[in-house]
C-alpha cells in the first residue's frame, strides 16, 4: 500500500493544523494505522495510532489532549487534528500503516509498521 501524506505548513505557537494521508488499497479497513514524527536530529517517534474500526486511538504524552486522530474508511484515509501547538511539535509528520487483522489493535513502535508515507514538515514558530 501507498501512502501520501498532506496537511503541513507554518504555523504560530497555539495554532492549529489538520494533516492527512490517503492510503491506496483497496482493503484499507483492515489496516492498522499512526502517525509519527522526527524533529531535526531526534529520533523518530510514535504520536498516535488508530485501529483499523477507528473506535481505539492511542496517543503519546507528549500529544495527549492536543491531537487527534481520526480515520475515514469509506474515503481510505488518516487525519491528524493538530492543536494548541508548540515549537516543539516542529517535525517532519509520517504516516504509516501495518495490515492488522485484530480491533483495538494500535501499535506504537515503529518496527510493527510495514508501509510508510513520504512525511510532510510543521513548523511551530514561537
Known amino acids: 500500500v501507498q501512502l501520501q501524506a498532506s496537511g503541513g505548513g507554518l504555523v504560530q505557537t497555539g495554532g492549529s493544523l489538520g494533516l492527512s494521508c490517503a492510503a491506496s488499497?483497496?482493503?484499507?479497513?483492515?489496516?492498522?494505522l499512526g502517525w509519527f514524527r522526527q524533529a531535526p536530529g531526534q529520533e523518530r517517534e510514535f504520536v498516535a495510532a488508530?485501529?483499523?474500526?477507528?473506535?481505539?486511538?492511542a496517543y503519546a504524552d507528549s500529544v495527549k489532549g492536543r491531537f487527534t486522530i481520526s480515520r475515514d474508511n469509506a474515503k481510505n484515509t488518516v487525519h491528524l487534528q493538530l492543536n494548541s501547538l508548540k515549537p516543539e511539535d516542529t517535525a517532519v509528520y509520517y504516516c504509516?500503516?501495518?495490515?492488522?487483522?485484530?480491533?483495538?489493535?494500535?501499535?506504537?513502535?515503529?518496527?510493527?509498521?510495514?508501509?510508510w508515507g513520504q512525511g510532510t514538515l510543521v513548523t511551530v514558530s514561537s
Open positions: 504509516a500503516s501495518v495490515l492488522g487483522s485484530e480491533y483495538y489493535y494500535t501499535p506504537r513502535q515503529s518496527f510493527e509498521y510495514e508501509n
Open positions: 488499497t483497496r482493503i484499507f479497513s483492515n489496516y492498522a
Open positions: 488508530i485501529d483499523r474500526s477507528g473506535a481505539t486511538t
